[in-house]
């Protein structure tokens, strides 16, 4: 059974920093490229980054470009998400996705980790 | 980027009913890259249509996915109790990969 189990959030203040990490099993991490969605409270859904499955391609939505580092480590069949310089707009949860194969977009989620970002 | 807009932002109706939700985009999304995902209160977005009119697995075929270039839609032909969720559909023929923001499904 797949499963993408997120980790690492929590409450912290603005212009802090925080380490997301999503332990992926049921499949072989290295041959998916994989994103991270957050979502807002009570908002919609917002696409955050994406890595290939090596690692040797990675893009960022313009709002995190600069502060937020996506990285993964297919040895321990895990993604991470460095987030510094927090800002109170951040706050939302932070979902771990895989890419399916093919065309077949984000076909499994985690259950979401929180960030809330807040003096 | 290309920006998704769904209508109606809420869709009041009763089960048994068909409900018709449209995607419409900003540019064209060229390969029919457009999906579709179910989120119940309190749950995780759920994958739903892909390509633009084919279902992932385990989806009733009571869901169905339509369209092309910038005009896409999604029917659920008679509405389950637990089809009332949220509704987003996203594009992902370019980077960014771009969601709607939203139609509500609520019990009328």
């Known amino acids: 059974e797949v499963q993408l189990v997120e980790s690492g959030g929590g409450l912290v203040q603005p212009g802090g920093s925080l380490r997301l990490s999503c332990a992926a099993s049921g499949f072989t991490l290295k041959t998916y490229w994989m994103h991270w969605v957050r979502q807002a409270p009570g908002k919609g859904l917002v696409w955050v980054s994406r890595?290939?499955?090596?690692?040797?391609?990675?893009t960022y939505a313009d709002s995190v470009k600069g502060r937020f580092t996506v990285s993964r480590d297919n040895a321990k069949n895990t993604l991470y998400l460095q987030m510094n310089s927090l800002r109170v707009e951040d706050t939302a949860v932070y979902y771990c996705?895989?890419?399916?194969?093919?065309?077949?977009?984000?076909?499994?989620w985690g259950q979401g980790t929180l960030v809330t970002v807040s003096s | 980027e290309i920006v998704l807009t769904q209508s109606p932002g809420t869709l009041s109706l009763s089960p048994g009913e068909r409900a018709t939700l449209s995607c419409r985009t900003s540019?064209?999304?060229?390969?029919?890259?457009l999906a579709w995902y179910q989120q119940r209160s309190g749950q995780t977005p759920r994958l739903l249509i892909y390509d633009a009119s084919s279902r992932a697995t385990g989806i009733p075929d009571r869901f169905s996915g339509s369209g092309s270039g910038t005009d896409f839609t999604l029917t659920i032909s008679r509405l389950e109790p637990e089809d009332f969720a949220v509704y987003y559909c996203q594009q992902y023929d370019d980077s960014p990969r771009t969601f709607g923001q939203g139609t509500k499904v609520e019990i009328k």
């Open positions: 890595i290939n499955d090596d690692g040797s391609s990675i």
């Open positions: 540019q064209s999304v060229t390969r029919n890259y």
């Open positions: 996705v895989r890419d399916g194969v093919g065309s077949i977009p984000f076909d499994y």
